[in-house]
């Protein structure tokens, strides 16, 4: 699928960084926050958003800076990115390349061990996955936020910790980013948050009916 904040190959991290983070226990205050954002999402019939996504390698000094945007309905998603577009309605997935005219057909683990490979689980995991903490409130794009970091209980996940900006009025997510454990860090800002919009459930079905000469090629049951 698009790995909107799903991320790279997963590195060895030092022991003392592994130490340090089993040694941190839920923040309270971070938690009541989560859970606010969490029953904001999880009451919603849908979400729609433009977003930007930074790709920075911290050790070469690159930046690459990509958008796109994003439709969330329960566990439905469709993505368009520059050149891509990923739908997803439940069970299986469409993944359409433009430059190629192919579409590649998947029936993804729903339930991964990284949450963050299922944009309709995002704001729901938290729990299960990660210890948290209250980091600070501060400005994001011109508007109050909550900084709060998460840090996956399974310490083989690519990255070391998850930065999470939401909004002190809004409860809603702003900017997500990934720490990299490789140098490699990721950055999400939602924009245009637009919520309960109307959606019928095939805007997450690819309909090869409306690509002319569409590859197709069906991963489905292939190990």
């Given at each position: ?49 433009d ?10 000094k ?33 993944t ?14 729903t ?65 997500i ?9 990721y ?37």
């Open positions: 699928m698009f790995k909107l904040v799903s991320f790279i190959v997963a590195l060895i991290v030092p022991v003392h960084i592994i130490s340090q983070e089993n040694q941190i226990t839920q923040d309270p205050v971070a938690g009541k926050i989560l859970d606010r954002m969490a029953l904001k999402t999880q009451a919603m019939q849908s979400m729609q958003a977003f930007e996504l930074v790709i920075e390698d911290r050790k070469e690159t930046k690459n800076i990509s958008s796109g945007n994003v439709l969330i309905k329960k566990n439905k998603y469709k993505i368009n990115s520059q050149g891509s577009t990923v739908y997803f309605n439940g069970k299986t997935m469409w359409y390349i433009q430059d190629n005219n192919e579409v590649t057909i998947t029936e993804p683990d339930e991964p061990d990284d949450f963050l490979s299922n944009p309709s689980a995002f704001f729901t995991l938290y729990k299960r996955d990660f210890k948290y903490r209250y980091v600070q409130e501060t400005t994001m794009n011109g508007a109050g936020a909550h900084e709060i970091d998460l840090f996956p209980k399974n310490l083989n996940q690519p990255y070391s910790r998850i930065k999470v900006f939401i909004g002190s009025k809004s409860d809603l997510p702003m900017v980013k990934s720490v990299g454990k490789d140098g490699v860090d950055t999400v800002t939602l924009k245009n948050l637009l919520l309960d919009k109307e959606t019928p459930d095939a805007v997450f079905t690819f309909d090869a009916s409306k690509f002319k000469k569409v590859e197709i090629v069906d991963m489905r049951g292939v190990e």
